[in-house]
Structures are given as C-alpha cells and as structure tokens.
T-cell receptor, first 111, second 118 residues
C-alpha cells in the first residue's frame, strides 16, 4: 500500500522560512495535501495540490511537487510562533477514497 | 452543523469494557471517515462510509472494532473488550466527495475522542 514519509522534527527561528518535506510511494496519487494539527485540536486543511501541477502558492504557503521523485514540500515564509504545530502530508485519489497520512513533522518556532 | 462534532472528548475505561464513540458530521456530507491516531503517529485509516454503507473497512484492526451509520449521518464507532493497546485519539472526518467524483477529497476533521484504557 501507499507509504508516506516525513522527517519528524524541524526547528526554525521566527521570521525565517520553514521547509517541510514529504515523500510518497504511489505514483498514481492524484491529490496531495498538507494538514496542520495544533495541540488538542483536530487536523486543519492548509492546502492541497493536484498532481498535474508543480507548484501552488497561497499567501505565505508554497507547495512544490516533484512527481518524478514523488516528493512534496511545504514552504512557510516568514514563520511565526503561531505556526508551531504538527504538519501532516497526506495523499489520495479522486472521489472519496481515504487519504493516507504521514507521521507528521513537528515544527518548533523559536522567538 | 457547522463542523464535525465528536463525543466524548475524553473517555477513560478499564480493560475488557465496551466503548462507543460518536461522530456527528457536517450536514450534507455523504462520506464519513474514522481514523485512529496513536501518540507520535499520523492518523491511521480505520473505516469509511458512503451514505449508510461501509465502503471500505479494511483498516479495522480486528473484529472487536465495528462502526455503524444507520441513517447516513451520525456514526458510532464501537470497541468491544477494550485492550490497553486501543488507547489513542479516534478522529472522525467528513467530506462531500462522491464515490467516483472528480476533484480533491477535502476532509474536515473533528477534534477527536481520546480513549484511555487502563
């Protein structure tokens, strides 16, 4: 089955850019997602990208997709202390088939 | 409702007991998902419903776990003879994606039910 891998921890200084990386195994995945989880809360969708796109930008967030290498990244510009959370990469297909999640990357922002 | 609601938010039980966890999805969302999140892990798929029927229950770990959605809205996850290894946060999500629809499957998650088995 699909396997989604992420590094577990990332620490950055406030104001710097954060880059969170994700790799996946199923090349037929058509949609790739980034979710954010703050302590004690459910997962919140940040953004997603369709597999025929290389890049998607949404305010401070930039998603890059390298479909050949099955590599997805999330860049957060001007990282703030409020961005401290766990970020999950997830992949899926069209329709309502379930998403497969990575283990999450814990982002710590140092003031 | 405005969001996905899960009850209880916390449940502490003893080994061997029966537990029910409830999920109230966003009104009109036909697809409903149960995931389990253990400490330090990502959400792990358990089961999902399209309407009243379970479209895929391949993630249920064993026959102690069962879920229903009798009227196509509220769902209940049932765990029999609980074990300490069942301790986790059980997440429910819903989406408006159709069975063979086009487009992204945007899941909206509830805050989860934290189950602790002593």
């Amino acid at each position: 089955g699909e396997d989604v891998e992420q590094s577990l921890f990332l620490s950055v200084r406030e104001g710097d850019s954060s880059v969170i990386n994700c790799t996946y195994t199923d090349s037929s995945s058509t949609y790739l997602y980034w979710y954010k989880q703050e302590p004690g809360a459910g997962l919140q969708l940040l953004t997603y990208i369709f597999s025929n796109m290389d890049m998607k930008q949404d305010q401070r967030l930039t998603v890059l997709l390298n479909k050949k290498d099955k590599h997805l990244s999330l860049r957060i510009a001007d990282t703030q202390t409020g961005d401290s959370a766990i970020y999950f990469c997830a992949v899926g297909n069209s329709g309502n088939t379930p998403l497969v999640f990575g283990k999450g990357t814990r982002l710590s922002v140092i003031a | 409702g405005a969001g996905v609601s899960q009850t209880p938010s916390n449940k502490v039980t003893e080994k061997g007991k029966y537990v029910e966890l409830r999920c109230d999805p966003i009104s009109g969302h036909t697809a409903l998902y149960w995931y389990r999140q253990s400490l330090g892990q990502g959400p792990e798929f358990l089961i999902y419903f399209q309407g009243t029927g379970a479209a895929d229950d391949s993630g249920l770990p064993n026959d102690r776990f069962f879920a229903v959605r009798p009227e196509g809205s509220v769902s209940t996850l049932k765990i029999q003879r609980t074990e300490r290894g069942d301790s986790a946060v059980y997440l429910c999500a819903s989406s408006s994606a159709g069975l063979a629809g086009a487009g992204a499957n945007v899941l909206t998650f509830g805050a989860g039910s934290r189950l602790t088995v002593l």
